[in-house]
């Protein structure tokens, strides 16, 4: 979706579409999250199963980007979005070829 | 010795009012868990590292004072692109107008 792109180009990583979309995905979901707390939390009193399919319903009418559950970790490396390894933002291959040239800080290579 | 159950009611309430937090004896959800909640967007939308200063904001910046800099990747780059061109594999020509209507074979 073009409207939540950024007018610059803002990515300092391997970029392709998908790493894009998912950066725009995370720039919509920071912008809205307050919008979506509301619905989110109904109020004490009124707590009934009708409020509750209201706020469920303003949920869903928000635009898919501004959920949480659009976005995905990606490998900053290659762009790929399975096998990725959260602490180091790679996915597993990328993350072994930087293990071993040793671009990674504390992370060697196990032998014994 | 029991207390009956609305003097310590009472003494709640009179606890909430004095450290200021929300008197509710029965318990009723009020969404407050979500509210208290730190927001999460800032730290899913830093996932992605940021766009750094470029070889070609280094050039920008020093070109007035007579520096220049090898920017070999880009360098690279444009020979490959030149030499694509040349065996005829370049990338085609970016239209100017919208394709127009099909003309019938």
Do not use: E, I, N, S
């Given at each position: 979706m073009s409207m939540f792109r950024s007018k610059k180009f803002d990515?300092?990583?391997?970029?392709n579409v998908k790493v894009i979309r998912d950066h725009s995905k995370r720039k919509a979901f920071e912008a809205a999250e307050p919008e979506r707390q509301v619905p989110s939390s109904p109020p004490a009193k009124d707590a009934t199963t009708r409020t509750r399919a209201v706020a469920q319903l303003q949920l869903t009418q928000?635009?898919?980007?501004?959920?949480?559950?659009?976005i995905r970790n990606r490998c900053i490396?290659?762009?790929?979005?399975?096998?990725?390894l959260r602490d180091f933002k790679m996915s597993r291959f990328n993350f072994r070829m930087q293990a071993v040239l040793g671009n990674i800080p504390g992370v060697k290579k196990a032998s014994w | 010795m029991s207390v009956p159950r609305a003097r310590l009611l009472e003494l709640v309430k009179a606890q909430c009012q004095l450290f200021s937090t929300t008197f509710n004896p029965e318990g009723v959800r009020t969404g407050n868990k979500i509210l208290r909640q730190r927001l999460r967007g800032p730290a899913l939308a830093a996932y992605y590292p940021r766009k750094m200063v470029t070889i070609r904001d280094l050039q920008a910046e020093f070109a007035p004072l007579g520096l220049w800099t090898e920017d070999e990747k880009g360098d690279d780059r444009l020979e490959h692109i030149a030499a694509r061109k040349a065996r005829g594999k370049g990338a085609p020509k970016k239209k100017s107008a919208p394709p127009g209507p099909k003309a019938k074979k």
């Open positions: 990515l300092g990583c391997f970029t928000m635009h898919c980007y501004t959920r949480p559950t659009q490396m290659g762009g790929k979005g399975r096998g990725v | -």
